[in-house]
């Protein structure tokens, strides 16, 4: 009797909700390599990446040319350009991000794709919770973080942890360096709350993009929008990894409601 299911969408409607929590992508045993193919379900496999090729591709593109760009997301771009990129995304097509793409076109085009979501990366019915986290400090704010991201759809949490991941790298290039030759390297100058300021509002938005009141945000939500992405870019390993100890009370939930998930989840691992 155990259970053989690949997708959510062929699981009976009682089957128990703790295997959404349980889709979290551990971030030491994801794959790049992984081939994802064309299968639009929600995978249960919990070592699967469900990322935008967009958000993928824009993010290796600048982790490879752009991380000693000075002012990166700062600068202008060309409009015709990005808008030409985004239409080829749009339309399906298999989109080569190389080295002749401007660096400042690809970071716009990120920009406007977590800009214009239908819903934001950070759910709107989420963002009062994430912005109260910024009263609060030290243990108790990255603990209820955590919590957080928990409730995140899988593929807004994949994709989160994808672009936290990225805009980590780039602030470790922020500051100058010397290479192996002795050259001083140039930094980008993109410090983590200098990102924070730049991606917070299109990460966190409280109304959709063109509604009333989208844009006027007050102060203290926009100063607390910046702290928790500031939280997010710095802890986002530690927030992103599952202990072992909320491991082991789901799956002891588990046995006590859906004991047949066990047997499918162990087969999987």
């Known amino acids: 009797g155990a259970m ?33 193919g064309k299968k639009k379900m929600l995978s249960l496999n919990p070592i699967t990446r469900q990322v935008p090729r967009i958000v993928e591709r824009c993010c ?52 406007e794709f977590l800009r214009d979501m239908p819903d934001s990366l950070i759910p709107r019915e989420l963002y009062a919770p994430f912005l109260s986290t910024a009263s609060m400090e030290g243990p108790a704010q990255l603990a209820t973080l955590q919590l957080l991201l928990f409730l995140l759809p899988p593929c807004h949490s994949d994709t989160l942890h994808r672009l936290l991941r990225f805009l980590g790298e780039v602030a470790r290039h922020a500051e100058g360096s010397r290479g192996p030759d002795g050259r001083e390297v140039p930094g980008n100058k993109m410090t983590v709350s200098n990102l924070a ?42 927030l992103f990894t599952v202990s072992p100890e909320m491991q082991r009370h789901i799956l002891r939930r588990l046995f006590q409601t859906d004991p047949d998930v066990i047997d499918y989840l162990l087969r999987r691992k």
Do not use: C
């Open 197 to 238: 300021t730049i991606f917070g509002p299109n990460i966190l938005q409280k109304e959709k993009p063109g509604e009333k009141d989208a844009g006027a945000l007050n102060f203290e939500d926009s100063a607390a929008i910046i702290l928790v992405l500031q939280r997010l870019i710095e802890h986002h390993q530690t």
């Open 4 to 36: 053989s299911v690949d997708s959510i969408t062929d699981l009976s409607d009682n089957a128990s909700k703790l295997l959404e929590a349980l889709q979290l992508s551990h971030p030491h045993e994801l794959d790049p390599r992984r081939s994802l």
């Open 60 to 111: 290796k593109h600048l982790e490879t040319h752009g991380l000693q760009t000075v002012g990166i997301f700062r600068v202008g771009s060309s409009k015709k350009r990005v808008q030409q990129l985004r239409e080829e995304f749009d339309q399906g097509l298999d989109v080569y991000l190389d080295e002749h793409q401007s660096v400042h076109d690809v970071a716009a085009l990120l920009k």
